[in-house]
């Protein structure tokens, strides 16, 4: 496939993208690694001494290391949780009748746990090396000191390479006593999949026309665990957007039902199971009735101009690591689609925090009515409160993005 022209632009050109805040395109190579800093006034370079590829590769791994471990101990926890429930309706059907399946259910349930430790021990070493190793040299190359007055001011973050792959919004130190060492006490992130990308979403404004919502709600998915936050999204949302809400759901969320409902709708919210093959990330987005919308499929399909997009579901921006320069996200295909600003996540989340948070992002979003263009704002604040919840572990709140202006 031959790429399709793209626009020469001289430094200066630049300088505009930087209208709203700081645009930090993060370049790591062998050679050297570098932070190249966009601002209204030029471009600055920090140095990023300890920003390594074998630093960067390393860490990529653990992470993804530790996200599998969690994902296999869950199926296994499922399915021992299966086996006992078969034990106590059928017992002659499980060797060791009911005592063998809960030593089983103990066992797994133990087993999820201590993955679920692990990845967040890692997630702690990984942000606690993206701030000393990036975050920390960029925000005082900067200037921006922790928030006092409860109003950050914006950054956009411009991965490159696998670095695409690792969470730069959570980067700091989360445990006492270094409350102000992280991102989120500093500023409110964005991400951009490039320069050019943020310069057309800031360029592109919807038209007055009333717009609507399309909402794709697959909670009980027939062999999926059932998502319980679809059904409460469901009911938010309808409330929140009345007669201009369209709802998918069941056997009417189809791929040919979803690929048409983007056509027509200016916003989409997706509540349902999603996933994303590292090794071939085209085949990944939101499990439908019937099958996979995959990111093939939505980059490929027409469709209308598009405003916002929130992906609640798992790994809905995250890519690939055989091409990962190439940004393949469900979350950039929308983006890349038209669709300005887009809600999405890292890693696989967890269903009892989506619908608080889900609720505390359009309670902002929808006063007096509904508007996207503080998206980003209204994540930080949805996701701040979570974190605020000592329930929530780094793993919990972290896995969630805004990409747009």
């Known amino acids: 496939m031959t790429p399709p022209p793209t626009e020469q632009h001289e430094p200066d050109d630049y300088t505009a993208v930087a209208a709203d805040g700081p645009v930090v395109v993060v370049n790591v190579s062998k050679w050297r690694s570098d932070a190249v800093v966009v601002l209204p006034t030029g471009i600055e370079v920090v140095p990023l001494r300890a920003m390594t590829t ?13 996200q599998q471990s969690v994902e296999q101990a869950y199926a296994r926890e499922k399915a021992a949780y299966q086996r006992r429930m078969l034990a106590e309706a059928q017992p002659q059907e499980v060797p ?11 066992v797994a349930s133990k087993a999820y746990k201590e993955a679920s430790a692990l990845l967040d021990k890692r997630l702690i070493e990984i942000t606690e090396w993206l701030w000393d190793a990036l975050a920390a040299p960029v925000l005082d190359m900067l200037g921006i000191g922790p928030a006092t007055d409860g109003v ?3 950054l956009w973050w411009c991965p490159t390479g696998l670095l695409t792959l690792l ?3 959570a980067a700091g130190y989360h445990r006492s006593g270094r409350q102000d060492d992280r991102v989120m006490a500093h500023v409110v992130s ?40 679809a059904e ?65 499929d939505i980059s490929r399909a027409p469709h209308g101009v598009g405003e916002f997009a929130f992906l609640g579901a ?19 295909a929308l983006h890349h689609a038209g669709f300005r600003h887009v809600v999405g996540t890292m890693w696989s ?35 701040d409160a979570l974190r605020l919840d000592e329930k929530n572990s780094l793993s919990v709140w972290a896995p969630f993005t805004h990409t747009g202006p």
């Open 349 to 383: 989340i967890e269903d009892h925090v989506t619908a608080p948070l889900v609720e505390h992002f359009y309670a902002q979003l929808a006063r007096p009515a509904f508007t996207p263009d503080q998206a980003a704002r209204a994540l930080h604040h949805a996701v």
């Open 54 to 66: 074998d630093a960067v590769e390393k860490n990529r791994q653990r992470l993804d290391h530790a």
């Open 232 to 296: 409460k999204v469901e009911r938010l949302l309808v409330k929140t957007f009345a007669a201009r809400c369209t709802v998918l759901s069941g056997e009417d969320a189809t791929a040919a039902a979803v690929r048409a409902g983007l056509r027509e709708h200016d916003w989409v919210h997706f509540s349902c199971h999603a996933d994303q093959d590292l090794t071939d990330p085209f085949q990944g987005g939101p499990i439908l009735y019937d099958t996979t919308l995959s990111i093939a």
């Open 167 to 169: 969470p730069l919004h």
């Open 96 to 106: 060791g009748g009911i005592p063998a399946a809960l030593q089983a259910l103990d």
């Open 190 to 229: 964005s991400y951009t999949p490039t320069l050019d990308a943020l310069t057309r979403a800031r360029k592109h404004r919807p038209s007055a026309a009333e717009r609507k919502m399309l909402l794709v709600a697959l909670g009980d998915k027939p062999g999926a665990t059932r998502l319980l936050s």
């Open 314 to 332: 798992c790994k809905t921006n995250v890519g690939g690591t055989t091409a990962p320069d190439e940004v393949i996200t469900l979350a950039s």
């Open 152 to 154: 950050a001011p914006r």
